[in-house]
């Protein structure tokens, strides 16, 4: 309210001021006469102030017709000016509806329409940051794969789009299983954002599949770094790859230092089963046997193995079953209560020929838990004990058709592996393989002779006259014949 009574009283006294000038100059009686060319004119000061306003006027519309014409001659020669920029503005204004409309309808599942939009985007913004992206992605909804691998390729040029155009490509040969050129691509994108977690996925995965466990360790070291994995994940997965770039020099002629990196490999993670005993064997091919036992027995405490028992048997490989029996309590009394300790302690005095020792050795493991293992080793058990063939047979075919018990199981897809590795064949995930005990659908059944891995070989008797096949008995009939 007093601002524009303030404007109104600032307005009067502007006009009052005026005209009081104006009055005054009327009132002086000076004129203003001018000669041009033998004209003579005379004109009094209100009217030689109106011209002179006039003057000023035509001079600046003057300078502003020069100043278009100049700004003309320049848009026709192809230089920027006032025109030049309304015409850009008006192709942004388009250009950006073209990509937001580009962006809405791939959003809506309609690619050839985003591909059509994204393409006026390109071509009326020129911003390839934003509309080459944009272009690929709707070419590769509308399965236009060489549209997209041509606007991926574009986004190389630019320092500022090449790690998005190198990952486009890699994705593209991810899906055609061109995984050769992906592994390049991946190194190039790794390159350039080390710290991007997805490509040190990508890197690591193709690097597993490829057998490059060196450099997969180096990619899990990046990822550490960059904070992607807690330390002791890090250290367990770094064992697994040490493991496996072991495995792959791991023979006859391998040197020192190779046979060291499966050493290595149960230092950085004593629990890992496979890195223990194949650590065990390092020490074994050196003449460490003190060394074998100690990792072995480690090893042992934190999860009882058959392949440990397999890799604390080779410690000693011609010693008599007496002597291996002696020997193995180093690893029996460790984890007594066990299953897997009461089958290999029955195992052994079944090669002992102590078959009373070993039935109190596996005390209720077959009935309690009954596996093919276990109802094996009951069968011979049986069989040393001088039972009827009947109940042996029976004991066999039950072994046959039992659970096969703890194997490697993918944690992830639950897929079945007949030995350890450190991606699943199934799902292609890594470090997912756990010793436990599968579906019972999934198992299968192995030879007898693969249910007994320590007994010795023992010849088997003449064959004599086939036997009738029994028929299965009752339990009850089983326990009266066994007693």
Same mark, same amino acid.
């Given at each position: 309210?007093?601002?524009?009574?303030?404007?109104?009283? @600032?307005?009067?006294?502007?006009? $009052?001021?005026?005209?009081?000038? $104006?009055? #005054?100059?009327?009132?002086?009686?000076?004129? #203003?006469?001018?000669?041009?060319?033998?004209?003579?004119?005379?004109?009094?000061?209100?009217?030689?102030?109106?011209?002179?306003?006039?003057?000023?006027?035509?001079?600046?519309?003057?300078?502003?017709?020069?100043?278009?014409?100049?700004?003309?001659?320049?848009?026709?020669?192809?230089?920027?000016?006032?025109?030049?920029?309304?015409?850009?503005?008006?192709?942004?204004?388009?250009?950006?509806?073209?990509?937001?409309?580009?962006?809405?309808? @791939?959003?809506?599942?309609?690619?050839?329409?985003?591909?059509?939009?994204?393409?006026?985007?390109?071509?009326?913004?020129?911003?390839?940051? #934003?509309?080459?992206?944009?272009?690929?992605?709707?070419?590769? $909804?509308?399965?236009?794969?060489?549209?997209?691998?041509?606007?991926?390729?574009?986004?190389?040029?630019?320092?500022?789009?090449?790690?998005?155009?190198?990952?486009?490509?890699?994705?593209?040969?991810?899906?055609?299983?061109?995984?050769?050129?992906?592994?390049?691509?991946?190194?190039?994108?790794?390159?350039?954002?080390?710290?991007?977690?997805?490509?040190? !996925?990508?890197?690591?995965?193709?690097?597993?599949?490829?057998?490059?466990?060196?450099?997969?360790?180096?990619?899990?070291?990046?990822?550490?770094?960059?904070?992607?994995?807690?330390?002791?994940?890090?250290?367990?997965?770094?064992?697994? @790859?040490?493991?496996?770039?072991?495995?792959?020099?791991?023979?006859?002629?391998?040197?020192?230092?190779?046979?060291?990196?499966?050493?290595?490999?149960?230092? @950085?993670?004593?629990?890992?089963?496979?890195?223990?005993?194949?650590?065990?064997?390092?020490?074994? $091919?050196?003449?460490?046997?003190?060394?074998?036992?100690?990792?072995?027995?480690?090893?042992?405490?934190?999860?009882?193995?058959?392949? #440990?028992?397999?890799?604390?048997?080779?410690?000693?490989?011609?010693?008599?079953?007496? !002597?291996?029996?002696?020997?193995?309590?180093?690893?029996?009394?460790?984890?007594?209560?066990?299953?897997?300790?009461?089958?290999?302690?029955?195992?052994?005095?079944?090669?002992?020929? !102590?078959?009373?020792?070993?039935?109190?050795?596996?005390?209720?493991?077959?009935?309690?838990?009954?596996?093919?293992?276990?109802?094996?080793?009951?069968?011979?058990?049986?069989?040393?004990?001088?039972?009827?063939?009947?109940?042996?047979?029976?004991?066999?075919?039950?072994?046959?058709?039992?659970?096969?018990?703890?194997?490697?199981?993918?944690?992830?897809?639950?897929?079945?592996?007949?030995?350890?590795?450190?991606?699943?064949?199934?799902?292609?995930?890594?470090?997912?393989?756990?010793?436990?005990?599968?579906?019972?659908?999934?198992?299968?059944?192995?030879?007898?002779?693969?249910?007994?891995?320590?007994?010795?070989?023992?010849?088997?008797?003449?064959?004599?006259?086939?036997?009738?096949?029994?028929?299965?008995?009752?339990?009850?009939?089983?326990?009266?014949?066994?007693?």
């Amino acid at each position: 309210m007093l601002w524009s009574l303030t404007k109104v009283v @600032l307005f009067v006294v502007l006009v $009052a001021g005026l005209a009081l000038g $104006a009055g #005054l100059l009327a009132e002086s009686g000076d004129s #203003l006469r001018i000669i041009v060319a033998g004209w003579e004119f005379t004109i009094g000061p209100v009217q030689a102030l109106v011209l002179g306003l006039l003057l000023i006027l035509a001079v600046w519309l003057l300078l502003k017709a020069l100043g278009l014409l100049g700004a003309t001659f320049r848009f026709l020669n192809g230089d920027e000016t006032a025109l030049s920029r309304y015409f850009d503005r008006n192709r942004e204004r388009k250009g950006y509806r073209a990509l937001s409309e580009a962006m809405m309808a @791939l959003a809506s599942g309609e690619p050839r329409l985003a591909l059509s939009r994204a393409q006026n985007a390109e071509r009326l913004l020129g911003k390839p940051e #934003l509309t080459t992206l944009l272009v690929a992605q709707a070419a590769e $909804a509308a399965g236009d794969r060489k549209r997209a691998t041509e606007a991926y390729k574009t986004l190389l040029s630019d320092d500022a789009t090449r790690f998005v155009g190198v990952r486009g490509l890699l994705q593209q040969k991810l899906a055609e299983g061109d995984r050769e050129v992906a592994l390049k691509l991946a190194e190039k994108a790794f390159q350039l954002r080390p710290k991007h977690a997805e490509t040190q !996925d990508i890197l690591l995965k193709l690097q597993s599949d490829a057998g490059d466990w060196s450099g997969a360790r180096e990619t899990l070291g990046a990822k550490l770094k960059s904070g992607g994995l807690p330390k002791d994940v890090y250290r367990r997965r770094d064992a697994v @790859l040490a493991l496996q770039q072991a495995r792959t020099v791991f023979d006859d002629t391998a040197s020192i230092e190779a046979r060291e990196a499966a050493i290595e490999a149960n230092r @950085l993670s004593p629990d890992l089963i496979p890195a223990a005993a194949m650590a065990a064997r390092g020490y074994i $091919a050196k003449g460490d046997r003190k060394n074998a036992t100690r990792v072995l027995k480690k090893a042992w405490e934190v999860m009882p193995h058959p392949d #440990l028992a397999a890799a604390f048997a080779e410690i000693e490989p011609d010693e008599s079953p007496q !002597d291996r029996l002696k020997r193995f309590r180093n690893l029996t009394n460790l984890r007594p209560d066990n299953d897997e300790t009461r089958m290999l302690l029955a195992e052994l005095l079944i090669a002992a020929e !102590d078959f009373p020792a070993a039935r109190r050795a596996l005390e209720d493991v077959a009935t309690r838990a009954p596996t093919q293992r276990s109802l094996a080793i009951l069968a011979a058990i049986a069989r040393g004990e001088g039972a009827d063939d009947l109940i042996v047979r029976d004991l066999v075919a039950k072994a046959i058709s039992a659970p096969r018990g703890p194997q490697w199981v993918c944690d992830k897809c639950h897929a079945i592996h007949d030995g350890w590795q450190p991606v699943c064949d199934n799902c292609g995930s890594f470090d997912t393989l756990s010793w436990k005990t599968p579906p019972a659908s999934a198992t299968t059944s192995p030879a007898l002779a693969e249910l007994l891995p320590l007994m010795d070989a023992r010849p088997e008797p003449e064959p004599g006259p086939a036997l009738p096949e029994p028929e299965p008995l009752a339990p009850d009939e089983i326990a009266r014949r066994a007693n």
